[in-house]
T-cell receptor
Framework: AQSVTQPDIHITVSEGASLELRCNYS??????LFWYVQSPGQGLQLLLK??????LVQGIKGFEAEFKRSQSSFNLRKPSVHWSDAAEYFC????????????FGIGTKLQVIP | DAGVTQSPTHLIKTRGQQVTLRCSPK?????VSWYQQALGQGPQFIFQ???????QRGNFPDRFSGHQFPNYSSELNVNALLLGDSALYLC???????????FGPGTRLTVL
């Protein structure tokens, strides 16, 4: 069964500082990996996704993520955080074809301080 | 182009009652999935509908049922509500064979 671990429940960074959110997955084959962001009271917005090819993927809002098969990781990064990035971030894993079932991690809540 | 829409936005029910939540997928999408997000948790997959049939189901009891209509919209029904059913219910739409789901804003269900 597929699973996702986000080891950091809550992270605080200063505005302008760099950010890295960790994600580890468990899946028997090549996974489809996603990062979503959720602002308070809102639905989920897709930041980026990895299906195949280049292991460094670029997303919206200046985010990027790197797929590392050897570490079963898909960490999200941003070089300079803005106050508007404060939100909850979810890593998710799915699989190819058929009927897509996506498994989410518990989420990492990001706080940005001035 | 309208994204995924859900109704109602908020709902308050009492234990034992039944509830119906509605979802309209993004234009051009034919597959609808439903997720339950309890407070402080990630979304949990309930089930997925394609061509008006349930195609996949997560670990949810039979009290949770759904329907998809010919226009691809969908309903989630929950019977015999429990306090633990209080959550944000998210609908996601996608195109069969493609792998990205787009989420609606959710319906916040409170069971008293």
């Amino acid at each position: 069964a597929q699973s996702v671990t986000q080891p950091d429940i809550h992270i605080t960074v200063s505005e302008g500082a760099s950010l890295e959110l960790r994600c580890n997955y468990s899946y028997g084959a090549t996974p489809y990996l996603f990062w979503y962001v959720q602002s308070p009271g809102q639905g989920l917005q897709l930041l980026l996704k990895y299906f195949s090819g280049d292991t460094l993927v670029q997303g919206i809002k200046g985010f990027e993520a790197e797929f590392k098969r050897s570490q079963s990781s898909f960490n999200l990064r941003k070089p300079s955080v803005h106050w508007s990035d404060a939100a909850e971030y979810f890593c998710a894993v799915g699989y190819s074809g058929g009927y897509q079932k996506v498994t989410f991690g518990i989420g990492t809540k990001l706080q940005v301080i001035p | 182009d309208a994204g995924v829409t859900q109704s109602p936005t908020h709902l308050i029910k009492t234990r034992g009652q039944q509830v119906t939540l509605r979802c309209s997928p993004k234009s051009g999408h034919d597959t609808v999935s439903w997720y339950q997000q309890a407070l402080g948790q990630g979304p949990q997959f309930i089930f997925q509908y394609y061509e008006e049939e349930e195609r996949q189901r997560g670990n949810f009891p039979d009290r949770f049922s759904g329907h998809q209509f010919p226009n691809y919209s969908s309903e989630l029904n929950v019977n015999a509500l429990l306090l633990g059913d209080s959550a944000l219910y998210l609908c996601a739409s996608s195109i069969k064979g493609e792998d990205t789901q787009y989420f609606g804003p959710g319906t916040r269900l409170t069971v008293l």
